[in-house]
């Protein structure tokens, strides 16, 4: 009876050390694959990981990436939807969630996820600056000042901040402080196209 | 009258409170009028029309629009002035289709129509009107085709087909669309004597940079060459079941942000009628104002 358990038990650890070792080689492959911009093989290669195992957070983040690197922009969100099912507290998927839907033009709902991080973690760049580019395409030039008026107050060294409050004064007509922001766009990154492009137009 | 006063403040109401409960409803409220002033027409003499649009939007999922226009029309030869009350539902999805690149609007229409036509022809209209629209992700191509079904009373039905093609010019700043009006009706006795009519209207509009208050944010000129009867405009949201066969026209106008959240659109022009029945030929020239908030 003994020796049964033995057997056993030994068994039980050689099969969870090989599902171990596959998982780990199609995650290395989906890695290699993916850098070599092989995007379809690298979701092929993740075919084998479970979806209920403990990776199953990462496979759907990982999943909807690589759709959304396709252009698979439909199927990408419904995997981040199911990945911030699994884990309302995610700040990758919600973050995530926002470039399939800024690919498909869905303003609000992108400005929706990125401000449910913001939410979760005030001041996150990134999530800023998704906000804002989704606010430039729902043409919200005000929410758009707002937020990239707030990014160059949180992040005063970027270039970016600077480029999108300048846009916004831009539309709102407001031509002085559009030169203003362009200016301090310049002084970030001289020979900056757009700006260098819109003083020289002044 | 102040029935319908009432359901619309109700409706703005509630579209309000929609937006403050939630963040993911968009909603633009509008007031509109027009002014058409005929021009050698033995039997019309004019025609205003106020009203207002409702129109939500949940995401970029789709949304809801509901309108009410009250329209006199006066008419000459001491005939008595035809009210008209017209009630407008309106409902669309949005389809994101990668393989397409772009988006599939589904839409649906109601229009009723309730007026003192003495004869009933006008009067008692119902039309439901469908559309399926495509719009690239890059807002360069558009296309649309719609079908829209008008129920009149004393015997007549008018179907009517519109293909549409809109395409975005130079870099984006300017905007040209195409659209066939293909109207077919079941009794031409009622119909001034045509069984079908064939139109082709064309519109641009041009954004400009915003320089002050004053500058307006786009242009717009239009024009419609061929005849339509009983048309059915689904861009504006109206039903034509008062006018005559109209047989061209031109249309001109400007928009103005004027806040925030604030537009104002001006449109002005001049269309041509006839009467075939009466031998009437004659113009209407049009001023059309429209201002909007988005809340």
Same mark, same amino acid.
């Given at each position: 009876?003994?020796?049964?358990?033995?057997?056993?038990?030994?068994?039980?650890?050689?099969?969870?050390?090989?599902?171990?070792?596959?998982?780990?080689?199609?995650?290395?492959?989906?890695?290699?694959?993916?850098?070599?911009?092989?995007?379809?093989?690298?979701?092929?290669?993740?075919?084998?990981?479970?979806?209920?195992?403990?990776?199953?957070?990462?496979?759907?983040?990982?999943?909807?990436?690589?759709?959304?690197?396709?252009?698979?922009?439909?199927?990408?969100?419904?995997?981040?939807?199911?990945?911030?099912?699994?884990?309302?507290?995610?700040?990758?998927?919600?973050?995530?969630?926002?470039?399939?839907?800024?690919?498909?033009?869905?303003?609000?709902?992108?400005?929706?996820?990125?401000?449910?991080?913001?939410?979760?973690?005030?001041?996150?760049?990134?999530?800023?600056?998704?906000?804002?580019?989704?606010?430039?395409?729902?043409?919200?030039?005000?929410?758009?000042?707002?937020?990239?008026?707030?990014?160059?107050?949180?992040?005063?060294?970027?270039?970016?901040?600077?480029?999108?409050?300048?846009?916004?004064?831009?539309?709102?007509?407001?031509?002085?402080?559009?030169?203003?922001?362009?200016?301090?766009?310049?002084?970030?990154?001289?020979?900056?196209?757009?700006?260098?492009?819109?003083?020289?137009?002044? | 009258?102040?029935?319908?006063?009432?359901?619309?403040?109700?409706?703005?109401?509630?579209?309000?409170?929609?937006?403050?409960?939630?963040?993911?409803?968009?909603?633009?409220?509008?007031?509109?009028?027009?002014?058409?002033?005929?021009?050698?027409?033995?039997?019309?003499?004019?025609?205003?029309?106020?009203?207002?649009?409702?129109?939500?939007?949940?995401?970029?999922?789709?949304?809801?629009?509901?309108?009410?226009?009250?329209?006199?029309?006066?008419?000459?030869?001491?005939?008595?002035?035809?009210?008209?009350?017209?009630?407008? /539902?309106?409902? *669309?999805?949005?389809?994101?289709? $990668?393989?397409? !690149? %772009?988006?599939?609007?589904?839409? #649906? =229409?109601?229009?009723?129509?309730?007026?003192?036509?003495?004869?009933?022809?006008?009067?008692?209209?119902?039309?439901?009107?469908?559309?399926?629209?495509?719009?690239?992700?890059?807002?360069?191509?558009?296309?649309?085709?719609?079908?829209?079904?008008?129920?009149?009373?004393?015997?007549?039905?008018?179907?009517?087909?519109?293909?549409?093609?809109?395409?975005?010019?130079?870099?984006?700043?300017?905007?040209?669309?195409?659209?066939?009006?293909?109207?077919?009706?079941?009794?031409?006795?009622?119909?001034?004597?045509?069984?079908?009519?064939?139109?082709?209207?064309?519109?641009?509009?041009?954004?400009?940079?915003?320089?002050?208050?004053?500058?307006?944010?786009?242009?717009?000129?239009?024009? /419609?060459?061929? *005849?339509?009867?009983?048309?059915? $405009?689904?861009? !504006? %949201?109206?039903?034509?079941?008062? #006018? =005559?066969?109209?047989?061209?026209?031109?249309?001109?106008?400007?928009?103005?942000?004027?806040?925030?959240?604030?537009?104002?659109?001006?449109?002005?022009?001049?269309?041509?009628?006839?009467?075939?029945?009466?031998?009437?030929?004659?113009?209407?020239?049009?001023?059309?104002?429209?201002?909007?908030?988005?809340?």
């Amino acid at each position: 009876m003994k020796k049964i358990k033995l057997v056993l038990l030994l068994t039980g650890l050689l099969a969870t050390s090989w599902a171990y070792a596959d998982n780990e080689a199609a995650w290395t492959s989906s890695y290699s694959l993916e850098a070599t911009k092989k995007y379809a093989d690298a979701l092929a290669a993740l075919n084998g990981i479970s979806a209920s195992g403990d990776d199953a957070q990462l496979l759907l983040l990982r999943q909807g990436w690589l759709t959304y690197l396709q252009g698979q922009y439909s199927e990408s969100v419904q995997h981040y939807q199911a990945a911030m099912q699994q884990n309302p507290k995610s700040i990758d998927a919600a973050l995530g969630m926002t470039l399939p839907l800024l690919a498909q033009q869905r303003w609000q709902e992108a400005a929706v996820h990125a401000k449910e991080v913001l939410n979760a973690s005030p001041n996150q760049y990134t999530a800023y600056l998704r906000l804002i580019v989704a606010e430039e395409g729902a043409k919200d030039w005000s929410a758009m000042k707002k937020h990239a008026e707030e990014l160059t107050q949180h992040y005063p060294t970027d270039t970016s901040a600077f480029v999108y409050l300048a846009r916004a004064y831009a539309w709102l007509g407001d031509k002085e402080a559009a030169k203003k922001a362009y200016t301090a766009a310049l002084s970030r990154m001289p020979k900056h196209y757009e700006a260098t492009a819109y003083l020289a137009k002044l | 009258m102040k029935k319908n006063i009432m359901l619309l403040c109700c409706t703005t109401v509630l579209a309000s409170s929609l937006t403050h409960a939630s963040e993911a409803w968009k909603v633009n409220t509008a007031a509109q009028g027009t002014y058409l002033g005929y021009s050698n027409s033995q039997y019309r003499d004019s025609l205003h029309e106020e009203g207002a649009v409702v129109s939500a939007d949940y995401l970029d999922e789709g949304g809801v629009t509901a309108g009410y226009t009250h329209t006199e029309l006066t008419l000459k030869n001491n005939q008595p002035r035809l009210d008209q009350n017209s009630y407008f /539902l309106s409902a *669309r999805k949005h389809f994101y289709i $990668d393989e397409l !690149a %772009g988006k599939i609007t589904l839409r #649906a =229409d109601g229009h009723f129509i309730d007026n003192t036509d003495p004869s009933n022809d006008t009067d008692d209209v119902s039309v439901g009107a469908t559309q399926a629209s495509y719009l690239s992700n890059n807002k360069k191509y558009y296309a649309d085709f719609g079908y829209a079904y008008s129920h009149y009373q004393n015997n007549l039905h008018v179907s009517q087909y519109t293909p549409t093609v809109g395409v975005g010019v130079f870099d984006g700043d300017g905007w040209l669309q195409l659209r066939g009006y293909f109207i077919e009706t079941s009794n031409p006795e009622r119909a001034q004597g045509l069984s079908s009519t064939q139109a082709a209207e064309i519109k641009y509009t041009h954004w400009l940079t915003p320089d002050g208050l004053f500058k307006p944010s786009n242009l717009q000129i239009g024009g /419609l060459v061929g *005849r339509r009867f009983y048309a059915v $405009d689904m861009d !504006a %949201g109206t039903v034509a079941n008062l #006018a =005559d066969v109209q047989t061209g026209g031109i249309t001109t106008g400007a928009e103005w942000k004027v806040s925030e959240h604030g537009k104002v659109l001006l449109l002005g022009g001049n269309n041509f009628y006839k009467n075939r029945t009466a031998s009437d030929s004659y113009s209407g020239a049009f001023g059309y104002l429209n201002a909007s908030v988005v809340w």
